[in-house]
């Protein structure tokens, strides 16, 4: 069974601050992706990472794939009320599944407060 | 459409009932997916298209999930003698080459 290990489940911040999310697992991944879900919605993809130690930006947001291709990180500078949702990383293509068949993390629900 | 559309948005079921859940990817798609999603957490795959090919249904619990395709365009997943575990959001997903795109999705309130 693949596992994504997703922490922390649950951050609540002031707005201004810094936060990171961490994503790990045993598994190796042809890629791994974030998504933020708002309540009543479905996921929205953030970013794609495929090669190991990439680093991608979004704006205020850090994505990391690790060496390894097994973890990542999302890093948010500056915390904004309007990033608060449900964060998810997803990994694809481990053991060679079908490429779109996603593994996900059990998510972490942020809350940034005004 | 322009995204992957969903219907019903809700749904409620008494238990033992029987429940179709529709998915319209965009047009075009090749790639269609089913997850579900119990709240507060991650989705978890059920099962995988490519056109109407069922190419992979490992995630579906129990013989009550059933998933079609048949045009290789719309899909069904019906749920037969819904139970009370069974209350989740199903989500659809389409897509083309790496990227999924997701629906709004299903809720299924199992009563």
């Known amino acids: 069974t693949q596992l994504l290990e997703q922490s922390p489940q649950f951050l609540s911040i002031q707005e201004g601050e810094n936060l990171t999310v961490y994503c790990n697992s045993s598994?190796?991944?042809?890629?791994l992706q974030w998504y933020r879900q708002e309540p009543g919605e479905g996921p929205v993809l953030l970013v794609t990472v495929v090669t190991g130690g990439e680093v991608k930006k979004l704006k205020r947001l850090t994505f990391q794939f690790g060496d390894a291709r097994k973890d990542s990180s999302l890093h948010i500078t500056a915390a904004q009320p309007g990033d608060t949702g449900l964060y998810l990383c997803?990994?694809?293509?481990?053991?060679?599944?079908?490429?779109?068949?996603?593994?996900f993390g059990q998510g972490t629900i942020l809350t940034v407060h005004p | 459409g322009a995204g992957v559309s969903q219907s019903p948005r809700y749904k409620v079921a008494k238990r033992g009932q029987d429940v179709a859940l529709r998915c319209d990817p965009i047009s075009g798609h090749v790639s269609l997916f089913w997850y579900q999603q119990a709240l507060g957490q991650g989705p978890e795959f059920l099962t995988y298209?490519?056109?109407?090919?069922?190419?992979?249904k490992s995630g579906l619990p129990s013989d009550r999930f059933f998933a079609e395709r048949p045009e290789g365009s719309v899909s069904t997943l019906k749920i037969q003698r819904t139970q009370q575990e069974d209350s989740a959001v199903y989500l659809c997903a389409s897509s083309l080459i790496t990227e999924a795109f997701f629906g709004q999705g299903t809720r299924l309130t199992v009563v």
């Open positions: 598994s190796v991944f042809s890629s």
């Open positions: 298209f490519q056109n109407e090919a069922q190419l992979d």
């Open positions: 997803a990994g694809a293509g481990a053991g060679g599944t079908s490429y779109g068949k996603l593994t």
